[in-house]
């Protein structure tokens, strides 16, 4: 996983942190958390959204979940599967 496209320092070992304890306590595949289209999405929505942001605990979680199911859905990119009411990868990180 390459973290790097996320420039804040702080916000990248967050979310590092984040997907470590999600992979540890078995709530995310690692199929899922090695996508790389996940995390290169992840930095682009920091970035664009939160450019100043430099911790995730600054911002509310709904929030945030909600405006990142925005920016995913403006950028063409599903929230959930086709065909299934299961959230999709981009979208599953999260919860």
């Keep these: 996983m390459k973290f790097e496209v996320i420039k804040q320092p ?3 070992n967050e979310i590092k942190y ?3 304890k999600r992979l540890t306590e078995y709530s ?3 199929e ?3 996508r790389g289209y996940v995390i290169n999405s992840l ?14 605990t600054d911002i509310d979680k709904e929030v945030m979940l909600r405006n990142y199911k925005k920016h995913l859905i403006k ?5 959930i599967k086709k065909g299934r009411s299961m959230n999709s990868d ?5 919860l």
């Design 75 to 79: 950028r063409g990119k599903p929230i």
């Design 18 to 20: 984040y997907f470590f």
């Design 32 to 34: 899922t958390a090695w």
């Design 10 to 12: 702080v916000l990248r």
């Design 28 to 30: 995310i595949s690692p």
């Design 43 to 56: 930095g682009l929505f920091f970035e664009q959204q939160y450019p100043t942001l430099v911790s995730i």
């Design 90 to 94: 981009f979208v599953r990180v999260f």
